[in-house]
DNA sequence: CGACTGGAAATAGTT
DNA sequence: CCAACTATTTCCAGT
């Protein structure tokens, strides 16, 4: 991670790069100077970044890094987060830089804190990655500049993405023709820039935008990609159908750490061999339970981001770097094409992509945009073609957390897609748009916009495990097109991720529905073949709508709202056979237990079983206890469990534990977190709705059937405000909510640990900065847009009186005691939104969270909520999983190393 | 005829 | 290395 970290640094510097050699230290050297450099070139941004960096090492970076790791994922996250926000910068849209942006976010408080810590861990603690990095092919990604190789350049997967695009073109393509064409698709990725308006690239920042964009166009990708999403792409050409894709390898893939199955085609040989394993460990499969855990994962993309952002530069570095991608399958074309080569050039970034794609992705802007020509997106009638006044050049890569909320604007959910869908694969017919579950689809509505133009609202398939939200490599969204399909639309690629751009018109009181949007699942052994792709595609069929709408401010800011759906399951198997665990009566309950905790969801069973666990941070399991269940009251939808006392009933702090409905022995649904509260504490946990009493809380009562109620919408109530009970979903839902929380601002807090916020804040604050530097993307100050982009996290902790957070600007500060920034911004997006936001995100991804602390954590609920119902407020203190002593640690290395940074940055 | 679907057989990958 | 399972992907057939 680290080195990827160090990369990015570099791509931001641009220009030169610094090879990094793993060090953690030197990592963190080089990245001031770069910081410096690069402010140059974008200013801003970079002065954040170097703090960032710093900061990395720090604190947080060994906890965090380390649980992660043990996640799974490894690191990889947090590093990330920084880069990306170089990169957002200067790939405008690229997407990966994301994530930076935030844990800059964090800053505010924690962020900054959190980056670092990341980074620092990376490097050092994780042996992986060093291994990784030598062992695997270098990525250069450095820009041009230096090449660093970066071990797990790889893993990230970014590469990927590159070349993804052509993949798509293969199949999906074909049917898809219109919009993307054939190669050409590819280059959309940079979707900003894709969009018609977008200039994006143009960006603001000038020159160095250019070059950004330049690169964008290739780079980002793989850049970006983050990391998953990479690209599968390349693969998609894939292969032939004809005998079954998957098994290209034949064998059994390993996951192994290459996460890639090492098998693969001869032809791809090429860059495999290099390669192949690249992906390394991160990814390693992600086993159900590793997502849960997993939040780390963010790690990759974080990884991802980072590495897009290096990529930015120089576009060709980046081929470099990345590997090659396995094979494409383009049947069509040709099944061996392929593979890209590797590094070295191939990928030019991204761009690799396959030959087809490579003039268009190069292409700086035009690939993207459109240009008419290129894509045969159809081009409806609204906007499309018209260049939207969009002003902001880059758009946030799509791996980035955004909130749903800033200001005045708030994007929402109104009618959520049902639990299941089964997509469609190539090989298939469409298998038709999303469907709500009232019957009719899907409804997102942009709230606070009173302009008369009209906005584009960008939807793509993420993921819904526990890491951050990300774009899903193994799904795209596919454009359904027809008599009974009353909302146009238009594909475009960005990164290896197909994005469907729906008008939002004033006149439809910027709603829209979703009745255009289709699945199509790519074949696992497509994507699992692409060079940094990491993520595995078995079990992981578990998706999330995500829209995203980027409103330009009269400043010349662009604000970038995001919201993300409930988890859909998309396989036909799982929708059948797996127990779903939609909503939870409960988030938390005292240690005491006994209370009883309504499960809503779907496949459940008269024996299905109710397994509470408790992991330790490297995965063992501590405490494992079967609840019981009231059988009598049995429904295919509902359970009612009681809620088992935890292990110690003497707890100071609130534990973050798991459970999982199960109908057999692989039949498991996703971890659902829970929390046990100590009695004393009055911590503040959240869990919106329901009712959690902690013992000494009151609420708990309702719980369940409050929930219940709630269920399907939103929770209830909120908090309190006095409790600060976040509002996370209640339920969280299923798989997905998790990650939610991560994102959450709790999160970050805890990565950094809590204390960092806090401690870290003094320095912080120029990290702050930064990340909306790098938002730079929008211009303007920082506040919202930057923040927008960030994660809500970061939004509002930067701007975070600015920002308003969703109006409510409800921050919670009580809960950070610092008053860091960060716990506010995660309120501010949730609290919003009176409807209810999705959860956006998940987001957060922060990578930084602490295994622990990031899986359930808490601090978790708030964010997700999302409900905006609850406004509640909560804060979650991080504390409690942070251990003070560790936040200590954390604060002292973050001080030192703020220190050290700020010469630098500044010097 | 074509877009959807629901089912399920054929394959693959795990244990 | 094989068998039993499980998961994925391709086919079929009815609307």
Redesign the pocket.
């Known amino acids: 991670m680290q080195n990827s970290c160090l990369q990015v640094f570099s791509k931001f510097n641009f220009g030169s790069l610094v090879p990094s050699a793993g060090g953690n230290e030197t990592g963190l050297h080089l990245i001031a100077p770069l910081a410096t450099n690069m402010k140059s070139a974008e200013e801003d941004a970079f002065s954040y970044t170097p703090n960032v960096t710093l900061s990395l090492p720090i604190s947080m970076g060994n906890p965090c890094l380390s649980t992660q790791y043990h996640n799974l994922q490894s690191s990889s996250i947090i590093p990330m987060s920084s880069c990306h926000q170089d990169s957002y910068a200067l790939h405008n849209n690229g997407g990966a830089p994301g994530y930076y942006l935030t844990p800059n976010l964090r800053p505010n408080g924690a962020p900054a804190l959190e980056s670092p810590r990341i980074e620092i861990t990376a490097y050092g603690q994780f042996p992986e990655d060093e291994m990784e990095e030598s062992a695997l092919p270098m990525v250069k990604r450095v820009n041009s500049i230096v090449t660093l190789t970066l071990p797990n350049a790889d893993g990230y997967r970014d590469p990927s993405c590159l070349s993804p695009a052509s993949s798509l073109s293969s199949r999906s393509c074909n049917s898809e023709a219109s919009s993307y064409e054939s190669g050409f698709s590819y280059n959309y990725d940079n979707s900003p820039q894709n969009s018609p308006w977008q200039s994006p690239c143009v960006s603001p920042k000038g020159s160095s935008s250019l070059h950004s964009c330049t690169h964008a166009g290739s780079p980002r990708h793989s850049p970006s990609g983050s990391p998953r999403t990479s690209v599968a792409d390349e693969s998609w050409p894939a292969p032939p159908?004809?005998?079954?894709?998957?098994?290209?390898?034949?064998?059994?893939?390993?996951?192994s750490f290459n996460g890639a199955?090492t098998?693969r085609h001869p032809s791809y040989s090429p860059g495999n061999s290099p390669t192949v394993s690249p992906q390394g460990s991160p990814r390693v499969?992600v086993?159900d339970e590793a997502w849960l855990a997993n939040t780390n994962q963010y790690t990759n993309s974080a990884i991802v981001a980072a590495i897009n952002a290096l990529t930015t530069d120089g576009m060709a570095d980046l081929s470099d770097s990345v590997p090659l991608k396995s094979r494409k399958t383009s049947l069509e074309h040709s099944p061996a094409m392929s593979l890209k080569v590797e590094p070295g050039q191939e990928e030019p970034g991204p761009g690799e992509v396959g030959q087809d794609d490579y003039p268009a992705h190069r292409m700086p802007f035009k690939k993207e945009n459109y240009c008419g020509g290129f894509l045969d997106v159809p081009q409806h009638p609204y906007p499309w073609s018209k260049p939207k006044p969009y002003i902001s050049p880059s758009l946030p890569a799509l791996d980035w957390q955004l909130p749903s909320c800033s200001g005045p604007y708030s994007l929402q959910i109104e009618v959520q897609p049902k639990s299941h869908h089964?997509a469609?694969?190539?090989?298939?017919?469409?298998?038709?748009?999303v469907?709500a579950l009232s019957g009719g689809h899907p409804v997102v509505q942009l709230y606070g916009y009173m302009e008369s133009e009209p906005l584009t609202l960008q939807l793509f398939i993420g993921t819904a495990d526990d890491r951050l939200l990300r774009p899903h490599a193994?799904y795209q969204v596919h454009r359904?097109?027809?008599k009974?399909?009353s909302t146009a639309s238009h594909e475009v690629m960005q990164s290896n991720t197909k994005v469907l751009e729906i008008p939002l018109l004033p006149e439809n009181n910027m709603r829209a529905i979703i009745d255009c949007a289709?699945i199509l699942?790519?074949?696992?052994?497509?994507?699992e073949l692409r060079k940094g792709e990491t993520d595995?595609?078995?079990?992981?069929?578990r998706v999330r709508m995500v829209f995203r709408v980027h409103i330009n401010q009269p400043n010349g800011r662009t604000v970038s709202l995001q919201a993300a759906s409930n988890p859909i399951e998309c396989?036909?198997?799982?929708a059948?056979?797996?127990p779903l665990v939609e909503k939870q009566s409960a988030d938390s309950s005292p240690a005491t237990g006994g209370k009883t905790l309504v499960l809503s969801g779907h496949n459940f069973l008269p024996d299905s079983k109710v397994v509470f666990v408790e992991k330790a941070q490297d995965g063992h399991h501590l405490w494992e206890t079967e609840a019981k269940v009231d059988k009598d009251s049995f429904k295919s939808t509902t359970l009612l469990v009681e809620i088992p006392p935890y292990r110690n009933q003497r707890i100071s702090s609130p534990v973050q534990v798991n459970f999982y409905v199960c109908n057999?022995?692989?039949?498991r649904s996703q971890y659902q977190r829970f929390t046990y509260l100590s009695p004393n504490v009055p911590i503040i946990k959240t869990e919106p709705n329901d009712d959690y009493e902690p013992q000494g809380a009151p609420r708990l009562t309702m719980r369940s059937k409050a929930y219940y109620g709630q269920l399907g919408v939103t929770p209830a109530m909120p908090a309190d405000p006095g409790h600060c009970l976040v509002g996370g979903y209640p339920s969280s839902s299923p798989s997905s909510s998790p990650k939610l929380h991560d994102l959450s601002p709790a999160a970050y807090p805890k990565c950094l640990s809590g204390g960092q916020s806090h401690h870290a804040v003094p320095g912080i604050p120029a990290i702050q900065e930064a990340p909306s530097r790098p938002m730079g993307v929008h211009p303007g100050s920082p506040d919202h847009a930057p923040l927008a982009m960030l994660q809500p996290q970061v939004a509002s902790h930067l701007s975070s009186p600015g920002t308003g957070d969703c109006s409510h600007g409800y921050r919670p500060p009580a809960l950070f005691p610092n008053g860091s920034p960060a716990s506010s911004p995660v309120s501010p997006e949730t609290p919003f939104s009176p409807a209810y936001s999705p959860p956006q995100a998940p987001p957060a991804g922060s990578p930084h969270l602490t295994p622990v602390a990031a899986r359930s954590s808490p601090p978790t609920l708030l964010r997700e909520d999302s409900s905006p119902p609850t406004l509640a407020v909560t804060v979650k203190q991080e504390p409690q999983e942070l251990d003070q002593m560790y936040l200590d640690d954390v604060n002292e290395i973050i001080r030192n190393d703020l220190s050290s940074i700020s010469v630098h940055s500044h010097a």
């Open positions: 159908r004809g005998s079954r894709p998957g098994s290209p390898c034949n064998g059994k893939r390993k996951y199955p098998c499969s086993p089964r469609h694969y190539e090989t298939e017919g469409s298998r038709g748009a469907k193994f359904i097109t027809g009974t399909v289709g699942k790519l074949r696992n052994s497509d994507i595995i595609g078995r079990k992981n069929t396989s036909q198997r799982s059948q056979e797996l057999g022995k692989r039949k």
